[in-house]
């Protein structure tokens, strides 16, 4: 076993980066996911890597998406109103099927919002913030070692469907520290690219575009693209499970919240609730399958997000009738980050419910 | 084992690294560690604060709504998180700038130490943090002393080792007026 560092998410995000062997990076500062360039801008120019830091967030996007091409590791990161600018890059990746890895370390908003934790960009983040009607793989860490392994993840995800992947965390993922033991790459089997562009040198044209004007092509593209999103929701869910198997509640909340929700059904187990946690680690494409599960055994699920209430759209299509499912969330900005004890104090309320 | 504590003061005091340190000492004695600072618009002078989570097992939540153990480093932060306390919990306070006379809480021990006059006798009054991380230790046992000792060499720069003796004795310092207190 490796040593245990003591790191904070962002940089875990940005080892992990770098042990998948990506070593070009473009991006544009903010906050709070700037210890991503920061590291690397250290780190990159060393692996006879790239660090540029862009004019812009487009001028980032689009630098990924010409890397990219050029069949590349390569890797932005930024954050919310950062993501909004860089939605024309994505969609323009999907398109074409090029890989790339973008992290969203994402803050509160609409518009320029606040710098808090916040889950209001799922939405964006899971059904496809650009045009087109295209979506990407988004996992969603929970834990400093995972903003690092998750980060590997990405970019063997992002090879093996031809596909942009974000990684989509908050400030408290993104700026808290723990232990990370910094696991070498795991050897994985990817598919040969042969699609890359490398200059002329005699060799067959090859195009990479999203552009597609031919009499049914582009129907047939989104088809392909269609078919894609079914083997991924086939293939590559993650979801954890903590005390679910006798559960008569399950608590769903993604990243941040999820730990806050650990901690808060610990204290209702001590409390003698048989309370679970079900958190969703791919966003998209939702584990769907073992969330219905789950939520069929227990009869009711409450989930828990820093927005208004985006997930627990998803939670209801997967549960269907199996469950009932019910609703609490904080609005991000200074001061909303809900506590374990008042977690704890919503399940009461909803436990209390089903036991009647 | 899961113990939990929330630092405040006012930027400079040296509550990140207090909260560092901790949290290096834990991670060398195997313990899971979670390190949570207060992430706003915060500056010199303004308010700082961190949360520290020490486990044995799964450390759960970074986010603490009401520690354990708080350690109030100025007047601010008693005035904004001593009615957080958790009933049961220990406030530990610097007790040069903070007055806890106005504070209704007798379902706590409240553990009173003259931070900023010790650091001060020892020789710089920037080591009222290292005081108060000793006070912590040696009030709940959250990590053994000899632990902080050698994590000051991964929490401080390499520039700032030559301090560290001194570092040492500011942290044994703590712990000793801490713990009279404790028995009496």
């Not at chain 1, 392909?224 to 909340?253: F, N, P, R």
């Not at chain 1, 985006?310 to 200074?334: H, I, K, N, T, W």
């Not at chain 2, 000792?149 to 720069?157: K, N």
Request: net charge negative; proline share 6%; hydrophobic share 40%.
């Amino acid at each position: 076993m490796s040593k245990r560092l003591f790191v904070k998410g962002n940089e875990a995000a940005a080892m992990g980066a770098v042990e998948a062997g990506c070593r070009y990076y473009f991006g544009y500062p903010i906050t709070p996911q700037s210890d991503i360039p920061e590291y690397l801008s250290r780190v990159l120019p060393g692996l006879n890597g790239e660090f540029i830091q862009a004019e812009s967030e487009i001028g980032a996007i689009n630098m990924l998406l010409g890397a990219s091409a050029t069949g590349a590791r390569a890797m932005t990161s930024s954050s919310s109103p950062g993501i909004s600018l860089k939605q024309e890059g994505i969609s323009y990746m999907a398109g074409a099927e090029l890989p790339g890895v973008i992290i969203n370390i994402s803050r509160s908003g609409p518009g320029l919002g606040g710098i808090d934790a916040s889950q209001s960009d799922y939405f964006q983040c899971v059904k496809g913030g650009g045009h087109g009607g295209y979506h990407i793989p988004v996992l969603a860490p929970n834990s400093v070692q995972e903003m690092y392994d998750l980060t590997m993840h990405a970019f063997d995800l992002a090879d093996r469907y031809r596909t942009p992947v974000m990684l989509l965390g908050d400030s408290v993922i993104g700026q808290m520290k723990e232990a990370l033991i910094p696991n070498p790459r795991p050897a994985t089997e990817l598919p040969a690219k042969g699609w890359e562009v490398r200059g002329k040198g005699g060799a067959e044209q090859r195009v990479v575009k999203s552009l597609f004007l031919g009499d049914g092509e582009l129907e047939a593209h989104n088809w392909h693209l269609h078919a894609k999103y079914q083997v991924m929701k086939e293939k590559e869910c993650i979801s954890e499970e903590y005390e679910t198997a006798d559960a008569c509640l399950i608590v769903a909340g993604f990243g941040s919240v999820s730990r806050i929700a650990h901690t808060a059904v610990t204290m209702a187990r001590a409390e003698g609730m048989k309370v679970g946690l079900f958190r969703p680690v791919t966003l998209f494409p939702f584990p769907e399958k073992a969330l219905a599960q789950a939520a069929g055994r227990a009869g009711k699920v409450l989930v828990v997000e820093l927005n208004t209430g985006q997930m627990v759209e998803d939670v209801r299509l997967s549960v269907g009738a199996a469950a009932q499912v019910s609703f609490y969330g904080r609005p991000p900005g200074a001061g909303s980050l809900p506590s374990p004890e008042e977690l704890l104090e919503v399940i009461r309320k909803n436990y209390d419910e089903s036991a009647r | 084992m899961r113990k939990d504590v929330l630092i405040a003061g006012f930027g400079g005091q040296g509550v990140l690294l207090a909260g560092n340190l901790l949290s290096y000492a834990a991670i060398d004695e195997g313990k899971n560690v979670s390190y949570f600072p207060a992430y706003g618009v915060e500056k010199r002078g303004g308010s700082a604060t961190c949360t520290v989570v020490i486990a044995d097992g799964a450390v759960g939540s970074p986010v603490v709504g009401q520690p354990s153990v708080l350690v109030v480093l100025n007047q601010a932060s008693l005035d904004r998180f001593g009615a957080r306390v958790r009933p049961g919990g220990i406030l530990i306070v610097n007790s040069s700038l903070v007055d806890v006379s106005a504070l209704n809480r007798d379902d706590i021990e409240i553990v009173s130490v003259p931070m900023n006059e010790i650091a001060t006798e020892l020789g710089d009054p920037r080591m009222v943090n290292m005081v108060a991380v000793g006070a912590y230790v040696a009030l709940t046992g959250a990590v053994q002393l000899p632990s902080l000792a050698s994590a000051l060499s991964q929490a401080l720069p390499e520039r700032n080792h030559r301090f560290i003796p001194a570092n040492v004795k500011a942290i044994e310092t703590g712990a000793q007026a801490a713990r009279p207190k404790k028995e009496a």
